[in-house]
């Protein structure tokens, strides 16, 4: 009966240190168990649908939100493609390819029109256009949207394939097909800045 009186005593005072010892070095090695998140550094380019014979139009400019660089995008979306479109990419550097292959999350400020709009998470395996996506609103007052990687799913026309982040090859967004006006040059807005991944 001694010993296992021992015994249990010994378990108790382990159990303590564990814990004291948890509580003080803030619970684990990322410091009160929060993610711990880098900047997305790399190259940001447009695109539009001239390749499918579309008209529409988009202009990027680089400015300053909030002490950091920015990217003003603006244009008009039309429907001489009947599924007209423009789009923005951030192709990264080597450093932060690597970090996308192992992101929990990717997280930016906007701040826009109002509208509906799209950001991709683009992988080398989708071959149809159909990369995962997630949708977000572009207030008119600055927003932080942050996107799990888990939460990324391809749209419903495309052929699926299975989310493997080894084969990321960058981020993007996309204009919202909901609010183009056919036979109209529609106008957007959007600012985005403090893109960062989330690991």
């Known amino acids: 009966m001694k010993k296992a009186q ?3 005593f010994f378990i108790i005072c382990v159990t ?3 814990g004291l010892l ?3 070095t803030g619970g684990g090695s990322k410091g009160g168990g929060e993610a711990s998140s880098v900047p997305y550094t790399g190259l940001m380019v447009t695109y539009t649908d001239e390749n499918d014979k579309g008209d529409s139009t988009i202009q ?3 400015i300053e939100m909030e002490g950091m660089p920015a990217y003003r995008i603006t244009g008009g979306v039309t429907t001489k493609f009947i599924y007209g479109f423009v789009g923005w990419m951030f192709i ?3 450093a932060t390819l690597e970090n996308l292959k192992n992101a929990k999350a990717i997280s930016f400020k906007c701040i826009g029109d109002g509208k509906r709009e799209t950001v ?3 992988i080398s395996s989708v071959k149809d256009h159909a990369h995962f996506e997630n949708h977000f609103i572009a207030e008119t007052e600055v927003v932080y949207v942050e996107v799990p990687i888990k939460y990324f799913q391809q749209p419903s026309w495309g052929s699926p394939v299975r989310m493997n982040q080894a ?3 960058d981020i993007a967004w996309q ?3 909901s609010w183009r006006v056919p036979g109209t040059s529609t106008p957007f807005e959007i600012t985005i800045w403090d893109v960062r991944i989330h690991l």
């Open 92 to 94: 990264p550097d080597e």
């Open 175 to 177: 204009t919202h097909e």
């Open 120 to 122: 991709k998470y683009r």
């Open 16 to 18: 303590l240190c564990v």
């Open 6 to 8: 021992k015994a249990l």
């Open 22 to 24: 948890s509580c003080a």
């Open 167 to 169: 084969n990321v090859e």
């Open 60 to 62: 990027m400019e680089e």
